[in-house]
């Protein structure tokens, strides 16, 4: 991967405020940045558990695109598990650091650098009055995706969110124009998926969980060929742009993980993104 030029830091965050928190449809208490947005996430990264994806005793997990770390909670939650949750944005870092020292039970290892091809540094955009929507890769929001994008999320928030079905399509313009207001742009390191392995003595990766906006094949790519056969099931959101999924899919095969399942989730049939769901035979 090619590094951008270094772009000025974002101020460092304070400490979390211990009553930015939100309760979700389950009654857990997580610490949050945006308790609509939280919500909405917790049932997105849910959908990842599903078409032979699971999480299993004893599993070592890898979250890329943690956010606040709700993934890394909900897996952590399955009796010995290990997972290690990357999130490169400082202010996104400290909430997902609180979220896995409160219910990790030491078993959440927050890593505040992102993933890629290679180790090395990238510009990231923030967006504090969107969190998730967060990107290294802001130019995939083309062609009015990101508006398509909010549109999703407003209709995914309808099933969280009963007021959300109120809110008239012809608003997510406007609505993304907000979310984006106030972005900052933050200097990240990076390291690969075998980097972290080797740095921790890791001898697999039972799942990884790929979901940082625009950077999934280069995560993948960063995987040694020695690494991918102890890598046993990943799902990945991909943005279907320039050969991307294809890419995604022909480098999953490749490495033996040859059970595929893609689908969009509801209310993003108009966007770009797939998920994609791939296992090994015998790990199913």
Not at 11 to 33: K, N, S, W
Not at 170 to 175: E, K, P, R, T, Y
Not at 203 to 211: A, F, I, P, S, T
């Amino acid at each position: 991967m090619t590094e951008q030029r270094p772009a000025p830091r974002a101020a460092v965050p304070p400490a979390v405020d211990r009553h930015a928190t939100v309760r979700l449809d389950d009654g857990l208490e997580v610490f949050c940045l945006r308790k609509a947005e939280a919500r909405v996430l917790d049932h997105h990264v849910r959908g990842y558990l599903a078409n032979g994806i699971a999480v299993h005793e004893g599993d070592v997990v890898f979250d890329v695109g943690a956010n606040i770390g709700l993934f890394a909670v909900r897996a952590a939650a399955v009796a010995g598990v290990q997972v290690f949750a990357f999130e490169p944005i400082p202010a996104i870092c400290a909430v997902l650091q609180a979220n896995a020292t409160r219910h990790g039970d030491g078993r959440i290892t927050a890593l505040p650098y992102g993933v890629s091809d290679a180790p090395g540094r990238l510009q990231f955009s923030y967006f504090p009055n969107s969190p998730a929507l967060s990107t290294a890769h802001p130019e995939d929001w083309r062609d009015g995706d990101f508006e398509q994008a909010v549109k999703g999320n407003i209709a995914a928030s309808g099933e969280v969110m009963w007021f959300a079905k109120w809110v008239p399509g012809f608003l997510s313009g406007f609505i993304a124009r907000h979310l984006q207001r106030g972005r900052q742009e933050v200097d990240c390191e990076l390291r690969t998926v075998s980097q972290v392995m080797r740095e921790h003595g890791l001898e697999r990766v039972d799942l990884l969980k790929v979901d940082c906006e625009g950077a999934e094949l280069a995560v993948l790519e960063g995987i040694d060929d020695a690494h991918w056969p102890t890598i046993g099931r990943v799902v990945a959101e991909v943005h279907d742009l320039d050969g991307r999924l294809d890419a995604v899919r022909a480098l999953l095969r490749r490495h033996g993980l040859t059970e595929l399942v893609e689908e969009k989730e509801a209310g993003f049939e108009g966007t770009r993104l797939v998920n994609v769901y791939a296992s090994r035979p015998e790990r199913t």
